[in-house]
């Protein structure tokens, strides 16, 4: 069974950068796509970004230019490179991964970005 663990949250300004990533342990060699959501307060989880296991990304409209996701094989491990933070990027961060046909997901990481 494959485990997720984000980090890299945290409460920066607006403008500044975070670095999130999603360590997976476990049966990894099942891991195939993998994504990362967010949930505001009070509203619905919405997908951020995803990478396939070949490295082709898909990003939402208002994160693009932004917002870059990668993955290292090597390491387990899965990145979300956040540049120029708007308060509304605040929201909790979760990571998620397909495991064969069950997908995993994370914890959550709190990201705030307020001045």
């Known amino acids: 069974q494959v485990q997720l663990v984000e980090s890299g949250g945290g409460l920066v300004q607006p403008g500044e950068s975070l670095r999130l990533s999603c360590a997976a342990s476990?049966?990894?060699?099942?891991?195939?796509?993998m994504g990362w959501y967010r949930q505001a307060p009070g509203k619905q989880r919405e997908l951020v970004a995803t990478?396939?296991?070949?490295?082709?990304?898909n990003y939402v409209t208002s994160v693009k230019g932004r917002f870059t996701i990668s993955r290292d094989n090597a390491k387990n491990t899965m990145y979300l490179q956040m540049n120029s933070l708007k308060p509304e990027d605040t929201a909790v961060y979760f990571c998620?991964?397909?495991?064969?046909?069950?997908?995993?997901w994370g914890q959550g990481t709190q990201v705030t970005v307020s001045s």
């Open positions: 998620n991964a397909m495991s064969g046909v069950r997908l995993i």
């Open positions: 476990g049966s990894i060699f099942s891991i195939g796509a």
């Open positions: 990478i396939t296991s070949g490295g082709s990304t």
